[in-house]
């Protein structure tokens, strides 16, 4: 009998994450998330100023200080003892005013009041039991808030290593869901149709999705650095989506 993958054990195997690779990260994530996710985000989201804010799921908390550098008032949840801690830190250090949370989202405790909107960035396919999740992302939002969430692109997973491999984009299993394994804790593969399927559920309305590519300039720059980074021109590896709670 296979055992079924529990929140729980994610976020033991996000624990391992390292304190080395948070402190490479700042002060606004990784490369795709500079380039890509970053902007489509802040995008969507508007003027963020005085509005009270989720980031669920915050990890080392870089786009909390993101939106409150940028006026927001920004309660952050985040399940891992490290991760949380090092929020923690440098929220002393700086002194945002950012309140942080601990806690798994599938069950998130009472935070104070409804949200105008929820940021959950690359969150939801590292969640075994994410229809929790974003329920109570949804839930957290006042009527006619705004969740704003971002995946790895179901139809183009993988892309970097598959396109060094072959050239070119290869797909083999779509609409089956399955574990993805990476470095730390493995992603978790869903369709397109799961995630859009379920906002619809619990009574969203869709406003927007993006499929950002990468600049081709910046593509240029880092093609010695990250053999393969052409691609990211040419396919989209993150789906963005927004939505209004009904």
């Known amino acids: 009998m296979t055992t079924q993958p529990t929140n729980e054990a994610a976020i033991q195997q996000w624990n391992t994450f390292p304190r080395e690779a948070m402190e490479a990260m700042e ?23 005085g509005r009270r804010l989720l980031d669920a799921g915050c990890g080392h908390g870089y786009f909390s200080r993101m ?13 891992t003892d490290g991760m949380l801690a090092y929020a923690r830190q440098k929220e002393d250090a700086l002194g945002q005013g950012i309140r942080y ?22 969150v939801l396919p ?31 997973e993988q ?44 009574g969203c309305r869709l406003r927007e999705c993006a499929e950002p590519g990468l600049d081709p300039g910046i593509a240029q720059e880092a093609q010695h650095t990250t053999p393969g980074i052409e691609s990211y021109v040419h396919l ?7 939505a209004e709670r009904g």
Request: aromatic share 10%; with cysteine; proline share 9%.
């Open 126 to 156: 590292a969640v075994p039991d994410w229809k929790p999740a974003m329920r109570a992302c949804v839930q957290a939002l006042r009527p006619g808030g705004l969740l704003v969430f971002s995946v790895n692109h179901p139809a183009f």
């Open 67 to 79: 939106l409150a550098a940028r006026g927001a008032h920004v309660t952050a949840v985040e399940p």
């Open 236 to 242: 989209p590896n993150f789906l963005i989506v927004a």
């Open 27 to 49: 002060p606004d994530g990784d490369f795709a998330k500079r380039h890509l996710i970053n902007p489509v985000l802040l995008r969507m989201l508007g003027d963020v100023r």
């Open 101 to 122: 949370v601990q806690a798994d989202l599938a069950r998130l405790p009472d935070l104070g009041g409804d949200f105008d909107a929820v940021v959950c960035s690359m």
């Open 159 to 202: 892309l970097l290593t598959t396109w060094r491999t072959h050239g070119a984009y290869r797909l083999s299993r779509y609409l089956e869901e399955y574990e993805i394994p990476q470095t730390y804790a493995p992603a978790f593969h869903r369709p397109i149709s799961a995630y859009l399927n379920e906002l619809s559920a619990l």
